[in-house]
């Protein structure tokens, strides 16, 4: 059964503020080098590793009509009919929808009525590229045989408060993927998602030992997808059908516009996964990150024997367990613990560390006092 990969590149990543903007979000930044060891943006290391699983005619990325130039300008080898583009962002569930139509469209002109769909965030780092890509073949052979919704989830190695988490049933019994595990074998029963947790229970989460990282990657077959969206984002499809008239006519790109700030922005997590009773999880051995917010970049980098991360020109004096990203300028700091401290051409953040999430509240307040240049 065909296997089609869909990229989410629309998202904002304002939690990587004031690095990550709305012209250049987190997925198009160069973070972190790929696997051999050359800097690339995370969207383009997305794009490599999917690759290794899928002919570049396979996969298609989704983003918004502001983003599609550097969507072009960083991933050359995708072709623009793979580039699927929404007006503007509605979350997740109005994107995959949006991209399943056009998929579904693609397969009716050749005759075909059913795939599978596997939907990968395109801002998240993975390293471990083997153990990923079996992961990823196992799931989407699970979701070929059966009628589930398969996502791909890790597991936890410390109290995350800004993650999504899967409770898998415990009857269920947990298979270490090797060299070879058969689809059924693998896939587990998901009982409940749960998203970002406090800190209390991200440690009763971790302790209980039956909750995994929901990563944002799942695989199901187009059909499968489809009637979870007919029974729990009825709203969501019937936008949808009025699309589906409109494609490959002069007037969809028209009625998009027209239509697409009717869909309610919810997640595909809220809106499908957490209430599907087909939803099954498969544990990847693979090292991963969605890189959400400061904290997420600190503990992923290099520290000295104090605990600190230093990128740039920094003096530090009696400085324990901080971040400090310089740019343009030279930051000093002195006796000072536990702080994030980032600077920009034209803006410096400092937050506590542990507290990077909260930054999403300063982006909030400038979109509030339309302070556009600092977006």
Known sequence: MKTFALILAGGGGVRLWPLSRENKPKQFLPLFENAEGKLQSLIQQTFERLR????PEDIFVITSENLAAPTREQLPELSTDNLILEPFGRNT???????LINLQHRME?????????????SDHLIANRRDFLYSS????????ITDGVI????QPTRPETGLGYIQAFDETPRVVIEDFVSPLQAMRKVLTFAEKPDIETAIRFLNSGDFLWNTGIF???????????????????????LLQKHLGKDTYDDTLRMVYRQFRSTSIDYGVMEKARNSYVIEGAFDWSDLSSWDSMYQLAPKDAADNAF???????????SYIKAEKKLI????????????????LVICRNGHGQDVKEIVDFLRRKQMKDFL
């Open 332 to 347: 000093a700091l002195v006796d000072v613990d536990d702080l994030i401290v980032v600077e920009t051409e034209d803006a």
């Open 137 to 144: 073949a196992l799931a989407s052979e699970t979701a070929a």
């Open 219 to 241: 695989f199901s077959r187009a059909s499968v997808l489809w009637k979870n969206y007919e029974e729990f984002l009825p709203d969501h499809v019937h936008i949808l059908r």
């Open 151 to 154: 996502a791909l989830g890790v």
């Open 109 to 121: 002109e050749r005759t075909e009525d059913e795939f599978v769909i596997a939907v990968f965030p």
């Open 52 to 55: 290794l699983m899928f002919p």
């Open 93 to 99: 569930a109005a994107a995959i929808g949006l991209a």
């Open 311 to 321: 990128e740039g020109e920094v003096i530090a004096v009696n400085v324990t367990n």
